[in-house]
């Protein structure tokens, strides 16, 4: 059984407890897990504050801060492989996403390398004939990063990366369930040579690690993955120091496919947005929204695209669908087909768990076009359920797209470029895909709104958000300041 430990201020521990993990594709302990409790988040915190005042991190310049963040990438892609197949055994997630991904998240960090030495200040054009004015952007301090177990080596590059870009330190609470891909990271991050206390990492339970990490006094930014629930947890704690906040959430996300689409291209997209990754993803596809002119061809290409889906063994690399992290996914699944089915969703592929050992739930399919009010339609599953409902009008796929209290991502499969504009121009999301699905860059901002969240992971604006801007006013004239009791 292997043993992992936190890493505060450049170190290895073990934490307050230990926990176990279980392999999501077995049932079976594996590893124990070190439990941060409150005495383990103040040392961490500490620590990186320690590290952001300190000379080794503070004086650094952009440049330098940039070299070790490449450096930090090379590693990266050296202990791709391993920190793939800890990915696969701790969140059941198969091996050819872990691989494919994990070798991605290094351009993450290359990308904000590059950015480290171009985050620039500003002149000012001020009204006063006598007075200079710029702007420096300036590291806005302590980041506390809280990622979830589904991609957390991706989830925490566009935390990470942009955060030490800015100059700023970082205290990681990695998810507690299936945490060990983080705390490998650590080992991987302790090689590349920052300063010790600039990035901590640590995993816990709400009360002791999260609660304590999110109101903690000089925690001065949080930036959070996950459910929108927890965010508001976290939204509460933040007023005991008054951090801000970024928050990328979930989602119940459109995939509209109109009536000239190219319906080969629109089913394999859909079953990357709602089957690939177990469907655990905050981007899934989940409402199928589809022209009722090609409605009943499209589901009997997904139907039988879903019922060909290889389930199995996570690290097999022929397996196409893993298992389910955590029991209260397939329970959660579980209820809120029944309740739909009960409310007049028909059932056309999947519906139940499989019965083998291990967390295994079957790519689903639930028509819901005479149950427009089923729950499947409102709650995020994050597993592997699609729900379908069928249109007959541009404005009608419109509205059944944007009948959502999230906000994340969107897909439009259309020829038509206008009938496309004018969907982009009207959905109500961060993201929209257009002919498809799924895609990612560390160039592109990444968020929505609504019980999506707020603020902006990848691309420039991320590095943004982790600086607070300062005004510097220098006067130019030589003339003694004239009445004091005039304000300038």
Not at 129 to 136: K, S
Not at 178 to 202: C, H, T, W
Request: charged letters at 20%; aromatic letters at 8%.
């Amino acid at each position: 059984m292997q043993t992992f430990q936190q890493y505060i201020d450049g170190g290895f521990s073990d934490g307050a407890a230990q926990f176990e993990s279980r392999d999501p594709a077995t049932g079976q302990v594996w590893a124990l897990m070190p439990e941060a409790r409150r005495d383990d988040v103040g040392r961490a915190v500490e620590a990186a504050e320690s590290a952001f005042f300190s000379p080794e991190w503070a004086d650094m310049t952009a440049t330098a801060r940039g070299k070790l963040l490449m450096r930090l990438a090379d590693l990266i892609a050296e202990n791709a492989d391993t920190l793939a197949k800890l990915e696969t055994r701790d969140t059941g997630k198969i091996i050819r996403e872990t691989s494919a991904q994990i070798a991605y998240v290094a351009d993450y960090y290359r990308y904000y390398a590059g950015l480290a030495d171009k985050i620039e200040g500003a002149h000012l054009p001020i009204d006063k004939p006598d007075i200079e004015v710029w702007l420096r952007r300036e590291p806005i301090g302590v980041v506390a990063a809280i990622v979830p177990w589904n991609s957390q080596l991706f989830l925490s590059a566009v935390k990470i990366g942009p955060a030490l870009a800015a100059g700023c330190t970082v205290v990681l609470k990695a998810s507690e369930e299936a945490p060990a891909p983080m705390l490998e990271f650590a080992r991987i991050f302790d090689q590349a040579g920052f300063p010790n206390g600039v990035l901590n990492v640590i995993t816990g339970f709400a009360a002791e690690c999260g609660a304590v990490l999110t109101s903690h006094p000089k925690v001065d930014h949080i930036a959070f993955t996950g459910g929108p629930e927890t965010a508001k947890y976290i939204v509460r704690n933040s007023a005991e120091n008054l951090a801000s906040t970024s928050l990328e959430l979930g989602g119940k996300s459109p995939f509209i496919v109109f009536e000239d689409a190219d319906i080969d291209s629109a089913v394999n997209a859909q079953v990357s947005g709602i089957f690939a990754a177990t469907g655990q993803s905050c981007v899934a596809g989940s409402r199928l929204i589809i022209s009722n002119k090609i409605k009943d061809a499209f589901l009997a290409r997904l139907k039988e695209k879903a019922e060909a889906v290889v389930i199995g063994a996570p690290d097999d690399m022929t397996t196409e669908v893993g298992p389910l992290c955590t029991n209260a996914q397939r329970d959660t699944a579980v209820q809120l087909i029944a309740q739909s089915v009960e409310a007049g969703a028909v059932v056309v592929a999947g519906g139940a768990p499989l019965k083998r050992d291990g967390i295994f739930f079957p790519p689903t399919i639930l028509d819901c076009s005479n149950a427009h009010g089923a729950p499947c339609l409102t709650h995020e599953f994050f597993g592997p359920v699609l729900s379908v409902l069928g249109f007959d009008t541009e404005a009608e796929a419109l509205a059944l797209a944007n009948d959502t209290a999230f906000g994340l991502a969107s897909g439009v499969f259309t020829r038509d470029l206008t009938r496309a504009h004018r969907m982009i121009r009207k959905l109500r999301a961060g993201i929209v895909w257009v002919n498809t699905y799924r895609a990612v860059s560390p160039m592109a901002p990444f968020g929505g709104h609504g019980l999506s969240g707020h603020g902006r992971e990848g691309g420039l604006q991320a590095a943004l958000d982790y600086t607070k801007v300062k005004a510097v006013w220098l006067r130019t004239s030589d003339e003694p300041i004239p009445d004091p009791f005039v304000m300038r």
